[in-house]
């Protein structure tokens, strides 16, 4: 049986192509790219930055940033680097093939945001056959590595944003803290009014700040009409 045919993404200023990467375009993603404080961002840097995606939004964000993406996976750094020279912002973006861990060893500059969609599953079977497991299972990048990692590259006064799931979210900020890298920005992501919090969206700094906290709904109601928040987040970048 062949495999299905995987079309690009298109958004309003830039597709992705992602045939060749296990994670595919998702709502997590795009919610955290959009959500990513770029203020006064001059170097930006995704980790795991898969397909290219969330660097694309974030270039499209920053008018000026120079945005590059750190991906393990030969075939996936690949295609993100043929959807960033397609880009309007070929000149801004770079993708290095390579795991974050080894990138941080051998990388002297750093970046003022650093944004990842971060492996999250922490226990269960392994298995080399099924990609998208492998790419959300922390056996490939364990959360401390990617803390430490990020405590290098980034610069005093920056920022560094990830989505999580709930709990592993609020296991991730308190790991963050023996890393030196204190929570300051937090927004529960609910798919719905009245229902639990699914996501976390977490930024943190090197120094302490006073926590801001807030809340996101995806959807409106029980149908499937988006809310305002999340249109008003997401308008410039989804063709609907």
């Not at 300051?184 to 719905?192: A, G």
């Not at 930024?203 to 801001?212: A, D, G, I, R």
């Not at 928040?229 to 609907?240: G, H």
Request: glycine letters at 6%.
């Amino acid at each position: 049986m062949s495999n299905p045919v995987v079309k690009p993404f298109r958004f309003k200023q830039f597709s992705v192509a992602q045939d060749k990467c296990p994670m595919k375009v998702g709502t997590d993603g795009v919610l955290l790219a959009a959500w990513a404080d770029v203020t006064g961002a001059g170097r930006i840097l995704d980790i795991g930055t898969g397909s290219g995606v969330m660097a694309l939004i974030l270039a499209q964000r920053a008018e000026k940033a120079e945005v590059h993406g750190v991906e393990i996976d030969p075939d996936a750094a690949s295609q993100a680097a043929e959807n960033m020279a397609a880009s309007p912002w070929p000149e801004r973006l770079r993708t290095f093939a390579t795991s974050i861990q080894d990138f941080a060893k051998e990388n002297r500059q750093q970046y003022d945001l650093i944004v990842s969609n971060p492996p999250f599953f922490s226990g269960g079977t392994f298995s080399d056959n099924n990609d998208r497991m492998a790419v959300r299972h922390t056996i490939k990048l364990p959360h401390g590595d990617l803390l430490s990692a990020v405590r290098k590259l980034l610069v005093p006064t920056g920022r560094f944003a990830v989505i999580l799931p709930h709990i592993e979210g609020l296991r991730f900020r308190e790991l963050a803290n023996s890393y030196h890298l204190f929570c300051t920005r937090l927004t529960e992501v609910h798919t719905r009014p009245g229902k639990p919090v699914e996501r976390l969206l977490l930024q943190f700094e090197c120094n302490v700040n006073p926590l801001q906290k807030d809340s996101l709904c995806i959807h409106a109601g029980a149908g499937p009409d988006y809310s305002e928040d999340y249109i008003a987040l997401t308008r410039e970048f989804y063709l609907e």
